[in-house]
Structure formats: structure tokens, C-alpha cells
């Protein structure tokens, strides 16, 4: 195997899984979670840099006893929770759906790809006790990011309708330009993820358990470290990535356009960027000047 080539969107769930093959299969799995989704009732029990993990109740299918569970909670909160290394599992392409029913409502947030065998899937995923910590992890953070948290359900992705309402804020447009920011997962630095993360977090407990995560080895069932399986410096596993890429991507993107390309509108969702242009617009924004301004901020992308 050469590396792992993970689908086209890694970071948009419901993308990833409609790229893989029998994607009528995987709604039919996810439609089916929708009523005993482990995280289906998780509440955020902290505002500041305190790892909190959320109850869960007995009604929601989820293996783990109550003791388990308030064993977790209670490292996580006096911050002595350690990760287990990351888990690869190959899987024939074509038992990918029981796979997947065997797998999401344990460990919904994983990762998929493909290797130099076009038969085999490669999945790579957290421990299941450490899906509770990262989610704990991830819903602090998009709270401490965004503000808020979603009316319904847990992930970024439930707060895409008001991405969707500003794409039609910016009016009548000349020309729409998509940019695509995925390729940046490859080269960001695990320095200037934790330097981002910082002014949220501190320095404290839950930074370090951030900075343990994006250093996770990933084994195999053999126990062998599986160094030839990797995308770039950011573990790929589900909700934790995205709002750590998010929150890089506030502050060396967000930021940074409007001072650059005054009056030119964008709207952001992760990886996706739209970009509109005016005939009566000060400033011109085109392909060239889209790439010019990816290499003044050190970004990689496609436009």
C-alpha cells in the first residue's frame, strides 16, 4: 500500500459516505441511526477550557455501562484521560455496509479511503471509549468557536442552514467562484493547529489532550504502527477534525480576505468557499487574484 488516499471530502460526512460505492446502502444506515444515535441527546456542560463529556441515557443504544461512562468523565475532568492510538481496519469494498451498520452507531465519526488496492476500503477510527472525550472535545470547541451549537443534532454540519441562508445575502452577482480548501489538511502544522486552538482552551489539560490527539500513532489489529497510513498532519476521524480545521481556518482565511480583497463577498462552510463578483465592485477578484491571494497567506486550494 502507498499512503492512504482518503474520498474527495473527508471532512463533509454525508459527502464522504455518498462517494463510496452503494451510497443507496449507507442513507439507508444512516436514516436508520437518526432515532438512537449515541450523541443524539449529548448537551455541552462547560462554556470555558474544561473538558466536560455529557451523559448519556439508557434509552440511546450505546455499549458502554454507567460506570464506564463516569470513569471517562471523571479523567476527562481532572484531565488524566489518555488516547488509545488510532485503529485501521481493512474492508472488502463489498462488505462495507455491514460494516458500517456494525460500526457508526458505536463510532460515527471515522474515516475512509482507499489504498493501492481498489478493492479494499481502509477505515481508520478512534477507540470506542475515546469517541466520547473527542466529542466532549469537539462540542466545546464549536461552542467556544461559533457561539452557539446547533438547534438539532451535534455536528457542524447541523449548522449548515445558515451558510445556506448567506449565500443568497450577497445579492445579484456577476460571476460565483467556488474555491476548495481541502488540499490545506496535507501541509498544516500541528504548531499552528495548537496556536490557533490556544486563546479558546488555554494551556491547560484539555490543550494537551488536543495535541495528543493530532500526534496519534495508527495501529493495525496485528498492533503494528501503520506510519504508511496518513493523509497530512491532522488525524482525519470525524467531527473533532473539522472543528479543529474550522477554527484554523476562522483566523488565516476568514480574517485575513476581507482585509486584502476589500468588498468582495464570501461566504465559508469548512473546506468550501464561495466567492461572488459585481461589475461595480472596487476590487477584482478572479482566478489569478484568488491564487495570488492563497500563496500571499500561505494556503493551498482549488478554485
Known amino acids: 500500500m502507498s499512503g492512504l488516499r482518503p474520498h474527495p471530502h473527508p471532512l463533509l460526512t454525508k459527502k464522504l459516505r455518498d462517494k463510496i460505492e452503494g451510497a443507496n446502502s449507507i442513507d439507508v444506515v444512516t436514516s436508520a441511526m437518526a432515532k438512537e444515535h449515541p450523541f443524539a441527546e449529548i448537551k455541552i456542560l462547560a462554556s470555558g477550557p474544561v473538558l466536560k463529556v455529557a ?5 440511546l443504544q450505546y455499549s458502554m455501562s454507567h460506570d464506564q461512562l463516569a470513569v471517562i468523565q471523571q479523567k476527562g475532568l481532572y484531565g488524566i484521560y489518555v488516547l488509545s492510538p488510532l485503529q485501521v481496519k481493512i474492508i472488502k469494498k463489498a462488505d462495507i455496509i455491514p460494516f458500517l451498520h456494525d460500526t457508526l452507531l458505536d463510532r460515527p465519526d471515522i474515516m475512509l479511503g482507499t489504498g493501492s488496492n481498489p478493492d479494499m476500503i481502509y477505515a481508520v477510527l478512534p477507540d ?10 469537539s462540542l466545546m470547541l464549536l461552542h467556544l468557536s461559533h457561539g452557539r451549537m446547533p438547534k438539532d ?4 454540519e447541523d449548522l449548515d442552514d445558515s451558510f445556506y441562508y448567506s449565500l443568497p445575502q450577497m445579492g445579484k452577482v456577476d460571476r460565483l467562484y467556488r474555491l476548495d480548501l481541502i488540499a490545506l489538511l496535507r501541509i498544516i502544522p500541528i504548531s ?7 486563546p479558546f482552551v488555554g494551556d491547560g489539560s484539555v490543550y494537551k489532550l488536543i495535541s495528543s490527539f493530532l500526534n496519534l500513532p495508527i495501529i493495525d489489529d496485528d498492533g503494528n504502527h501503520r506510519s504508511d497510513i496518513s493523509v497530512g498532519s491532522m488525524p482525519l476521524v470525524g467531527e473533532i ?5 474550522n477554527i484554523v481556518l476562522v483566523d488565516i482565511f476568514d480574517r485575513e480576505f476581507p482585509k486584502r480583497l476589500q468588498g468582495v463577498a464570501f461566504c465559508r462552510f469548512s473546506n468550501e468557499v464561495f466567492i461572488s463578483t459585481r461589475g461595480n465592485d472596487e476590487v477584482i477578484f478572479d482566478d489569478k487574484a484568488g491564487y495570488a491571494l492563497l500563496e500571499e497567506l500561505g494556503l493551498v486550494g482549488i478554485i
Open 192 to 198: 499552528l493547529i495548537l496556536d490557533k486552538v490556544k
Open 55 to 59: 451523559d448519556l441515557t439508557e434509552d
Open 153 to 156: 443534532g451535534y455536528q457542524m
Open 241 to 245: 477534525t473539522r472543528v479543529l480545521f
Open 128 to 137: 470506542q471509549n475515546d469517541v466520547l472525550v473527542l466529542m466532549g472535545l
